[in-house]
């Protein structure tokens, strides 16, 4: 069964680096997000995306943050540089089209902001 | 403030028993409704999705039951396995992108 990759599973950082996370959604879906989850906290949106551009974000996506879809199968979400509140599991997630919507999550990757 | 509030916050139960899980709801418009189970550091999977017109679904030992006058959804889980310990979230979009996610029950199904 096609999944969603995400890499690396593991990301530790100093504080103010910028990071990339990268994602490999299912090949046919067409939307795409990123969630992230605190520790002991519940999962949060962030943004998503589809037709190579931001549909829609939270206040927690800032200007700090960013997407990209740079080829036929990444998705990327860059944080410019990093603060020690963005260590977290950031999950990307796909769905093929509206109707069933339900949406495909990859493992995460947790991220350590030292 | 579109909002999806869960309970309990944990549960304990021996395997074999059966369990409810609630979920109440006030996202607006209501498009849909799902059910995920979170093994701990792993993503979600997807157990159920119901729509406006769906009062119950289910997918193997997971039965959802979705009451969309009142906003409540339910996940029963019959005959537990230890396998069954992990976090259920429920999760309610208002239109197709935009999800409000519970804060999730944790169950855990002792021996």
């Known amino acids: 069964e096609p999944e969603v990759t995400q890499t690396p599973s593991h990301q530790v950082t100093q504080m103010g680096q910028e990071v990339i996370l990268r994602c490999v959604p299912i090949s046919n879906h067409l939307y795409f997000y990123w969630y992230r989850q605190i520790l002991g906290q519940k999962v949060e949106f962030l943004v998503s995306?589809?037709?190579?551009?931001?549909?829609?974000k939270s206040e927690i996506f800032d200007d700090q943050f960013s997407v990209e879809r740079p080829d036929g199968s990444n998705f990327t979400l860059k944080i410019r540089s990093t603060k020690l509140e963005d260590s977290a599991m950031y999950f990307c997630?796909?769905?093929?089209?509206?109707?069933?919507?339900?949406?495909?999550f990859g493992p995460g990757t947790r991220l350590t902001v030292l | 403030k579109n909002q999806v509030e869960q309970s309990p916050q944990s549960l304990i139960i021996l395997e074999g028993k059966n369990c409810t899980l609630q979920c109440n709801y006030t996202v607006s418009p209501f498009s849909n409704l799902r059910w995920y189970k979170q093994d701990t550091g792993r993503g979600p999977v997807s157990l159920t999705i119901m729509t406006f017109s769906e009062n119950t679904k289910s997918n193997g030992r997971y039965t959802a039951t979705l009451d969309a006058d009142t906003k409540q959804s339910s996940l029963h889980i019959t005959a537990s396995q230890l396998s069954d310990s992990a976090s259920y979230i429920c999760?309610?979009?208002?239109?197709?992108?935009?999800?409000?996610f519970g804060d999730g029950t944790t169950l855990t199904v002792k021996p």
């Open positions: 997630a796909s769905r093929d089209i509206e109707i069933t919507d339900t949406q495909y």
């Open positions: 999760v309610v979009s208002a239109r197709a992108g935009k999800s409000t």
């Open positions: 995306f589809y037709n190579n551009e931001i549909s829609e």
